[in-house]
């Protein structure tokens, strides 16, 4: 099972205003993923921030122990500024596709950047970034995509 995450409205509100804010909601995510049902899981980065940015520069903002998981990042492709709608799916199935990725999950804040794979979307509010209450949510669509 793989997660592609985005940074701005997941880890930290979309409209954060200050590095006081910044990847506020980190915690919360590492958090959750360490749970022994979820410690398998590993991550890429589909979030725009990975433009300019290697992998060793984009694991800096999580614990020691959690940046292992951080295991790659999507393709970037100008595609996906020329037709934004659906962009970063198709991103995320280059990469699906040339990893044998079957099962994944993207956390994101914007259904735009999806189309045919709603379905492997977990939405947050870009006002807040992944919260707690968003936490049962969460594990049950896991566990629905790793159960299929």
């Not at 520069?57 to 999580?62: N, T, Y």
């Amino acid at each position: 099972m793989m997660i592609f995450l985005d940074f701005d409205g997941v880890l930290h509100s979309a409209h954060h205003h200050s590095n006081d804010t910044m990847y506020s909601q980190l915690p919360i995510l590492e958090g959750f993923f360490r749970q022994p049902e979820f410690a398998h899981i590993d991550f890429v980065i589909s979030s725009t921030w990975r433009h300019g940015r290697d992998l060793a520069q984009l694991r800096e903002p999580f614990s020691p122990d959690f940046r292992e998981r951080i295991v790659g990042k999507t393709p970037s492709s100008s595609f996906c500024f020329a037709k934004p709608i659906g962009g970063r799916e198709r991103e995320i199935l280059k990469y699906c596709q040339a990893h044998h990725v079957e099962k994944w999950l993207a956390l994101d804040d914007m259904g735009s950047h999806f189309q045919r794979h709603l379905d492997r979307v977990f939405l947050c509010q870009s006002s807040t970034g992944l919260t707690e209450n968003d936490l049962p949510r969460l594990a049950a669509l896991i566990n629905e995509i790793q159960a299929a």
